[in-house]
């Protein structure tokens, strides 16, 4: 069996990944590759999940830890999806809120499993809305502790993606370029989005044709991590919703998004992502908001009818219970103004804990004294 080709696409909650992870999966097919997905979170019932199993493509999911603290969870999904999809490529987005990739999930990756697998090269993406104010130096509307995880997932990166560029005007685009390649000079740059597709093929280029994976280390205050992962509250629910003959499922998303995000902004809680999926008669509308300054975007379409399912995963500053409450009250708004039954299929909250990590290497694995070489280099794409 030859290597599978292992791409991991890291960066901050909401940064784009999942859209990316879909994008740049349709784009690897429509090559003849054969592609696989791996999803992963602190708990289960993941929104990612719902909209990435609708690619057709094979999705495994590492759920109730990153990938860092539980490293055979993510090889039994490497190996399910290599099993099940002969896959050549797999595509695999780590939790948000996680760093220190390259030490615990790189350096291991390639030692241990160099073999069979083929690391692509440590993939970070940044949404411009935090990276701007991060790279002045500030927190955007992060806790600093979680600005501290934001600033190690692009130091230890090896390639930067600077995503949603739709969004923005060239000369803005150009100015954060370079203030991005200032501040990590040896990163290969590239500004993408999954959007419009803008350079999701040359991203793929990139991670498909070169295999100097995990260059650098980035040194990582476990005490500030670990801060910086538990001040974000955590909530995935799953819920069975049963209306009249003709609810709207997309008013109902929107209204749901909307009305969680009043009840997180009137509690001061800093919105770190909330996703929400509906799944109505085969249909799927999923919305997010990524960020205070973020307003609610809706994708997709949940159709018409009586039953509907949904997902919600919310992550913001707020203790778990706190968050809890905010959840179940903006759920009960929107299902008590429309008629709305609920029952709660899944439901958890929590605090991310200390991250424990399975493996740490100390140093960078160069599999060759060549590759040593090129670690001190800038690499372009
Ligand atoms: N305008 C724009 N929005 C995007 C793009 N990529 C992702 N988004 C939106 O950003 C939000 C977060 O995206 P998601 O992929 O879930 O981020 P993740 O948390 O990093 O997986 C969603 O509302 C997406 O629709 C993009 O290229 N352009
Ligand atoms: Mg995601």
């Avoid at 819920?239 to 997180?264: M, S």
């Avoid at 249909?283 to 039953?307: F, W």
């Amino acid at each position: 069996m030859s290597k599978t080709k292992i791409i991991l696409a890291g960066g901050f909650l909401g940064a784009g990944k999942t859209t990316l992870l879909w994008e740049a999966a349709r784009r690897a097919a429509a090559r003849g590759l054969r592609v696989g997905l791996i999803t992963n979170d602190q708990a289960p019932e993941l929104v990612d999940s719902a909209l990435l199993s609708r690619s057709g493509l094979k999705v495994a999911e590492v759920s109730g830890s990153c990938f860092c603290c539980n490293f055979n969870g993510l090889i039994s999904a490497i190996q399910e999806v290599r099993r099940e999809a002969e896959a050549d490529v797999i595509i695999a987005e780590p939790v948000g809120s996680c760093t220190d990739l390259s030490a615990t999930v790189a350096q291991p990756l390639k030692q241990l499993w160099g073999h069979e697998l083929q690391l692509a090269p440590l993939s970070v993406l940044a949404d411009p809305a935090r990276l701007s104010p991060i790279l002045d130096g500030g927190a955007a509307d992060l806790h600093p502790d979680a600005a501290y995880i934001y600033r190690k997932q692009l130091e230890e990166s090896d390639a930067i993606l600077v995503t949603k560029t739709d969004l923005l005007q060239p000369d803005e685009l150009a100015t954060l370029m370079q203030r991005v390649g200032k501040a990590y000079p040896l990163a290969t740059l590239l500004p993408v989005s999954a959007l419009t597709g803008s350079n999701v093929d040359e991203w793929l280029d990139m991670t498909l044709t070169r295999s100097d994976a995990g260059l650098r280390l980035a040194e990582v205050d476990y005490d500030v991590y670990a801060h910086g992962e538990a001040v974000l509250g955590w909530l995935n629910g799953t819920v069975r919703l049963h209306g009249k003959p003709a609810t709207d499922w997309n008013f109902f998303t929107r209204n749901f998004l909307e009305t969680l995000a009043e009840q997180l902004r009137s509690k001061r809680h800093s919105v770190g992502h909330v996703k929400v999926a509906v799944e109505s008669g085969g249909l799927l509308a999923t919305g997010s908001i990524a960020g205070n300054a973020a307003t609610p975007a809706v994708r997709g379409r949940a159709g018409i009818g009586a039953e509907a399912k949904l997902v919600v995963n919310a992550r913001a500053e707020a203790t778990p219970e706190e968050l809890n409450k905010a959840v179940r009250e903006a759920l009960n708004a929107a299902t008590h103004s429309e008629e709305i039954a609920a029952n709660v299929a899944a439901w958890r909250y929590l605090q991310p804990g200390r991250p424990q990590p399975t493996h740490r290497f100390a140093n960078v694995f160069f599999r060759s004294p060549a590759e040593a070489g090129i670690s001190q280099q800038p690499l372009h794409v």
